[in-house]
């Protein structure tokens, strides 16, 4: 073989091995990251921390009677209602009517175990989260609305499903929710300031 053969060989093989060594070590590096990705995201807040969220204030000083609004705490609705009095005159007359009407298996706060499920009997504070499947309910507040009947009180109906809650989130029988709406735990700041997150027992 001539000397001019021996180097063409030489550098076919050169270029071959330095092909093979990159893409060797590119396939390594590329193996590399594919695992360090997973790791490095672990170290990320995660969608709880996210969604852990700090307390948040709502000013109701132009809440009307018979209104609502709606707040976010943790990525969730939280409904506001200034109920009047025809409206807390509908919730024990209900009663019967009412998977759990003394919210025994439901989830609030100590201090809002009661008929009003509230710290002020006018002021309801709830999530907005149906506790079937997490559909967002709708506020139907009128007596009698076409579509829920005659016999319609007030409250909450969640299109989804169509699970029922009345004035204070209390789910009705027959419907396939099994537990109230939620209560947040929250506080008076003033009598138009809410804290929604904390109470007057959290640090």
């Known amino acids: 073989m ?3 053969a021996q ?3 030489g550098g076919v093989d050169e270029g071959r091995r330095h092909f093979l060594v990159v893409a ?4 390594g590096l590329a193996g590399v990251a594919a695992t360090a990705v997973p790791f490095l995201a672990s170290w990320q807040p995660s ?3 996210k969604a852990a969220g700090a307390p948040v204030e709502a000013d109701i000083s132009k809440l009307e009677r018979g209104a609502m609004i709606k707040v976010e705490w943790r990525g969730q609705a939280v409904f506001i209602v200034h109920r009047t009095e025809e409206m807390l005159k509908t919730l024990q007359p209900l009663e019967g009517q009412l998977r759990d009407p003394k919210s025994e298996e439901s989830e609030q706060p100590e201090y809002a175990k009661n008929e009003a499920r ?3 009997p006018e002021i309801l504070v709830m999530i907005g989260v149906c506790t079937h499947l997490g559909c967002a309910p709708i506020a139907k507040f009128q007596p009698g609305d076409a579509e829920l009947g005659a016999d319609w009180q007030g409250g909450f109906h969640c299109p ?6 009345d004035l204070s989130g209390r789910v009705m029988k027959g419907w396939p929710a099994l537990v109230n709406l939620r209560v947040p735990p929250y506080q008076f ?3 138009n300031k809410l804290l929604i ?7």
Not at 24 to 27: D, K, Q
Not at 160 to 165: L, Y
Not at 197 to 203: I, K, L, V
């Open 24 to 27: 060797t070590t590119t396939m």
């Open 47 to 49: 969608a709880r921390a």
């Open 7 to 9: 180097h063409v060989d």
């Open 189 to 191: 700041l003033s009598d």
């Open 118 to 120: 509230s710290l002020k």
């Open 197 to 203: 997150g904390a109470d007057s027992g959290a640090a």
């Open 2 to 4: 001539s000397a001019d």
């Open 160 to 165: 989804c499903h169509g699970s029922r809650f």
